[in-house]
């Protein structure tokens, strides 16, 4: 895996070993932020990573100019490689890691103008995770369209293979 384009472009992203992660593909990743630049929504953003594993969006988004990224993980093993990225790419400067459940962390991460969220296919608390989200935009990645959402609404939603990836945007 690859960083796909920005300042890092090309470098190496270590995966976590084991199937406890699902990395983002190379082109979905493109696809994803070709659209959130056409938004003009990563230079100079404060980016919120959740269920970062490998931290590869989090790490693209900085690449392509986000000011600071946090990323949110529980898993040690995914902990470890996401740190281990992060210094061998030389964020240190520009990301926060956290330890612990991404529902929880989150409600306690302030000024965050984007979040990428990418949780195991099982997962469906999305009211009880945006409940707690502050920032005008959510990228979400799920085996599904991700829709009805209380306060969220659905303005594009793209399948890539078994991805579904849908960008949410908060009802003012």
Same mark, same amino acid.
């Given at each position: 895996m690859r960083v796909v384009a920005g300042e890092l472009r090309g470098r190496k992203i270590l995966a976590p070993e084991g199937n406890t992660t699902r990395p983002t593909t190379d082109m979905a990743r493109e696809a994803i932020f070709n659209a959130l630049t056409s938004l003009n929504a990563i230079v100079d953003a404060r980016v919120l990573d959740l269920f970062a594993g490998s931290g590869a969006l989090g790490i693209e988004a900085l690449s392509r100019g986000a000011k600071h990224c946090t990323f949110i993980e529980r898993d040690r093993d995914a902990l470890k490689t996401l740190q281990d990225n992060i210094k061998k790419l030389g964020l240190d400067d520009r990301a926060t890691v956290i330890r612990g459940d991404a529902s929880i962390a989150a409600a306690k991460v302030a000024d965050i103008d984007l979040v990428m969220v990418d949780p195991p296919y099982e997962y469906r608390d999305w009211q009880g995770l945006l409940t707690n989200i502050t920032a005008p935009l =959510? =990228?979400? +990645? /799920? @085996? #599904? +369209? %991700? @829709? !009805? %959402? &209380? !306060?969220? +609404? /659905? =303005? #594009? /939603?793209? #399948?890539? !293979?078994?991805?579904? =990836?849908?960008?949410? #945007? &908060?009802i003012p």
């Open positions: =959510v =990228v979400a +990645e /799920s @085996n #599904r +369209e %991700i @829709n !009805g %959402i &209380q !306060g969220w +609404e /659905s =303005v #594009r /939603s793209k #399948r890539y !293979g078994r991805t579904h =990836v849908t960008y949410l #945007r &908060q």
